[in-house]
Structures are given as structure tokens and as C-alpha cells.
């Protein structure tokens, strides 16, 4: 089976990448707007692209399509962080998965997505927006540059300060206590997660 991606449909486009490039991590970011309200939405079009400095990428969509001559709306993660520039990455363990979703729903700008699943935040170090509090992993970011393709909108940023819940980390040599970090990751479009909690090790040749 062949498909020709330039003449696909993007919706279709979308479906196809979606479902096949799997497992992705998901990043849960809160930002604040003008006002300091904040939200909280997650995206599975994510992943760490550098360590010097520490580089992530997301891909926010649009809450929209544009139509009938009008641009297309950005979602207010992508609109918040054009404001001030900031924003902040969490994983997501199994025991958050639900949480997770609920916060992607299509809610006015403003409403508290954190309260309506029962959870809290807790003020960041380094910039404005805060970090969600039971989240075992929160990644303090700054802006670097969003560049726009067609209607893809892709927001590239800093890493500037880590949080990890006690135990994962060694303090010693930074690595992760793999058994306990089982984060979930994103399968097919639309409804699609996995666990990542059975896992193997092979050793990379010297």
C-alpha cells in the first residue's frame, strides 16, 4: 500500500502519522495568560531535541481550522506562551493518565482544567507559570522560537530548572531508576495510550 502525503487530506494526513508513529511521550504543559489564569493541556506531538542547552518541542494545533476567510484560532497553551513566553512540561505516570485527558477538553479560556480533575499547582522557580503539583516530573521552560508551517505551529524551548519526584533520581550520577519511572505514552489517534512498565535493556557496543 502506497499513499501520496501531499494529496492526503490533513485530517486523514494527521490520522495516519498519528496512529503509526507511536509510542510518543506526552508533554502536560501549564501557562498563564495576561490575567495570570492558568491552563493546562496535553500534547503527544513532543519530544527532548538537545541538552545544550536543553532543548524540548511541542506542537500545539489550532482550536480550528480557519474558515470563510477568518485565521484560524490558536489554542491557548500556543496563545499564552506568544504572551509571555513561558511555559512548563510535565510527564505523565499511569496513576495521572485520566487527569491527563479530562484537561484536554475544549474549555473557555480562563477555566481552571487543573481544579475540574482535582488537581493543584505549586509555584515554579524560574518563571511565572506554575507546576502542577502531583506531577512526578515538571520541566520549567522558556521560549526560544515558534515557527510556523502551514497550519503546524511548532514551539521550541529551553529547559531551565527540573523538579523529579524523590527516588526516581540518583543523586549521584543522575540516572533514572527506570523500574520506577514507567510514564505512559500516546498510540493511535483518537483514543489509543500504552504503559510503558515492561521494558528490556540491551547494551549498546563500546
Known sequence: MEIDLETLKPADCYKLLASLVTPRPIAWITTIDGLGRVNAAPFSFFNVFGSNPPL????PGNKEPARNGKA?????????IRENGEFVIHLV????AQAMVATSASLSAGEDEL??????????????????????????????????IGSNRLVIGIGLHLYAKDGLLDEN???VNQKDWTPIGRMGAPDWYTHTNDLFEIERPD
Not at 524540548?56 to 506542537?59: G, S
Request: proline content about 9%; glycine content about 4%; charged content about 20%.
Open 56 to 59: 524540548v518541542a511541542f506542537a
Open 115 to 148: 481544579a475540574s480533575v482535582g488537581l493543584t499547582t505549586t509555584p515554579s522557580l524560574k518563571i511565572a507559570p506554575p507546576r502542577i503539583l502531583e506531577a512526578p516530573i515538571a520541566i520549567e521552560c522558556k521560549e526560544h522560537q515558534t515557527i510556523e
Open 173 to 175: 550520577n543522575y540516572h
Open 72 to 80: 484560524a484560532e490558536a489554542k491557548d497553551t500556543a496563545r499564552n
Open 93 to 96: 505516570p499511569g496513576e495521572l
